[in-house]
């Protein structure tokens, strides 16, 4: 057979025919899967398997297509049909009207994939979209009472000014903790400006004495650095809320937004000396994060709901340092979850509208429920009653990287980045989650960024090691994980990285010495050094053994690069069943 005759047989068979129909069906069918995939929460996995069983199948469908053809007696070897017999002309026509109708259905999935594509990209603008003529960082107060030991009332009157402001969707409000990382520092506001890229900075003293206070704020557009607007109020300290709203109202009147009724909160009779404990008890959790300062800001939370106990925001406070000292060791599980789950039952009951509550609330879903899809409601919950709340960002994102959609929790921790962009942990998320999603590149950029705003922070070392590891600078990882605060992370890694460079010695002896001084504490990282090191027996049973500790890490598990070669295994996904992941 000459390669003409070959050609004419090919046709006649219908193995272009066939092929071509095979290719526009595949394209289809990963279309769908491209459109729905988000919708059903699709493992990221699941489309790049399915594309590469086409591929696979494809000579497979061209050899069919050759050696066999379709009878009005059934499906027979093309060799044992006589060519009078043949049917393959009707056959052809059957595929012509299949590749026109899946041609049809291709374009109608090809428009519906641009539009959808198009509007994630409009979304992602909006949430993205600096809007420079309206934006605005509120500095600290400056504390300019008497012996200055009022600097926790004058942070607390700036911090309740600028969450007032940020409930003006109109608005552009720079974080808390990017704004006050000028604190005490003699930086030009020109530079602050630039480096939180806003238009308006917010700054005012606090002066208290006796029983009367007094606020000044002044309003400065920083395009020319002309002070555009100044205000003093001198009150009797009775209704610090009263003062609050009234500056976030002048703020806004002088900006030019349209306010309406329900976005600055209503103002309602407080407690003075309520208030001044609660905002005390603040300042010491948010400044010093350590067993100490959690008891003591535990303490002075506690005196002030003593007095107010309908106050939401001294509830939430009170449940997030309750959970900090779980994670440190100072209540065991069950005592941290009794207690949080008690603030947040009665700061809901005090205020269904304080969408802090909600974010928390979502925290726990997580971590005490391993309920991932109620914890994204409830995320989505404080984020309808305040769109830039920056816990229920975070909480957002992390339900989206539990889902396997890295895409969406990028895109979150971006945006976060945006109205919070010189805060050091928002770094270490961005980087944790191109590390989980195995873009090592990316996760060093960022943690390098985070190191870099703070170069103290626990655990910033650790991931910055593993990233590493993952790209084998074994030596260069070794540096690094030098500067860990953190012993059980640090022991962890190191352990890791000298089982690459083969000093067995050494990796022995650190594991050991993680199991003997943290084995309850680090046991999912106990769990993941023997996965790495391929010691699979000593992995599931630290595994099994975090899971009797109710250790939190166990929540990464899913998503975690260390895991990788595992997850294929039966034993691995029942165990992931029975952690009981809701998703």
């Not at 994670?327 to 509208?353: F, R």
């Not at 009653?385 to 990028?410: C, K, M, Q, Y």
């Not at 090691?465 to 030596?475: D, H, V």
């Amino acid at each position: 057979m000459n390669l003409n005759d070959f050609f004419n047989e090919l046709k006649r068979r219908n193995v272009f025919k066939g092929t071509v129909s095979y290719l526009i069906f595949s394209w289809v069918l990963l279309q769908v899967i491209s459109i729905l995939g988000p919708i059903i929460n699709a493992p990221i996995w699941f489309g790049k398997m399915i594309l590469i069983i086409l591929i696979v199948l494809l000579p497979v469908w061209i050899c069919i297509s050759w050696f066999f053809e379709i009878t009005t007696d059934g499906i027979k070897k093309t060799k044992n049909v006589p060519k009078e017999k043949s049917i393959t002309q009707k056959t052809g026509q059957k595929l012509n009207t299949f590749i026109i109708a899946f041609l049809a259905i291709a374009i109608i999935l090809l428009f519906v994939d641009r539009f959808r594509l198009r509007s994630e990209n409009k979304e992602n603008a909006i949430a993205l979209e600096t809007k420079a003529d309206k934006s605005i960082a509120v500095l600290p107060f400056s504390d300019m009472s008497p012996n200055q030991q009022q600097e926790y009332f004058a942070d607390g009157l700036a911090e309740e000014v600028l969450n007032s402001l940020a409930k003006i969707n109109e608005l552009q409000v720079t974080s808390r903790t990017s704004a006050f990382s000028f604190k005490n520092k003699n930086i030009d506001l020109q530079e602050i400006a630039r480096t939180l890229n806003v238009s308006y900075i917010l700054e005012g003293s606090v002066r208290t004495q006796d029983s009367i206070i007094r606020v000044n704020v002044n309003l400065v557009e920083t395009d020319g650095d002309n002070n555009i607007w100044s205000q003093t109020w001198e009150k009797e300290l009775t209704n610090i809320f009263q003062i609050q709203n009234e500056i976030a109202e002048a703020v806004a009147e002088n900006l030019q937004l349209r306010i309406l009724d329900n976005i600055i909160p209503s103002v309602t009779e407080s407690n003075t000396d309520a208030y001044a404990l609660f905002l005390e008890g603040r300042y010491i959790y948010q400044n010093n994060y350590n067993v100490e300062s959690l008891l003591k800001s535990e303490r002075l939370l506690k005196q002030s709901l003593a007095i107010d106990s309908t106050y939401a925001a001294a509830l939430i406070t009170l449940g997030n340092i309750y959970h900090s000292q779980n994670n440190y060791g100072i209540i065991d599980y069950e005592t941290g979850k009794k207690l949080t789950y008690d603030v947040a039952e009665k700061a809901i009951k005090a205020d269904s509208t304080y969408a802090e509550i909600y974010a928390f609330m979502s925290l726990l879903s997580l971590e005490y429920e391993n309920d991932i899809g109620k914890a994204g409601k409830l995320a989505q919950k404080a984020l309808q009653l305040d769109p830039n709340n920056e816990t229920a960002l975070h909480r957002a994102s992390e339900v989206a990287l539990l889902r396997g959609n890295t895409e969406e929790a990028i895109a979150i921790h971006k945006r976060v980045i945006k109205i919070d962009p010189v805060n050091a942990s928002n770094y270490y998320s961005l980087a944790n989650t191109y590390y989980m999603a195995n873009n090592f590149k990316e996760a060093e950029k960022h943690i390098e960024e985070s190191i870099r705003l703070n170069p103290n922070q626990d655990v910033a070392y650790s991931l910055y090691a593993l990233i590493l590891i993952n790209q084998e600078k074994y030596n260069q990882a070794l540096e690094v994980i030098k500067k860990e605060p953190l012993v059980g992370f640090r022991l962890h890694t190191e352990a890791i990285i000298y089982h690459f460079l083969g000093d067995h010695e050494k990796t022995e002896t650190a594991i050991m010495k993680l199991i003997a001084d943290h084995e309850k504490s680090w046991s999912y990282q106990i769990a993941a050094t023997y996965a790495v090191l391929e010691k699979e027996d000593k992995m599931y049973y630290w595994l099994e053994k975090a899971h009797a500790n109710k250790d939190l890490g166990l929540i990464e598990l899913p998503n975690e690069p260390m895991f990788e070669a595992y997850r294929n295994q039966a034993r691995f996904k029942d165990f992931i069943k029975k952690l009981g992941y809701k998703y």
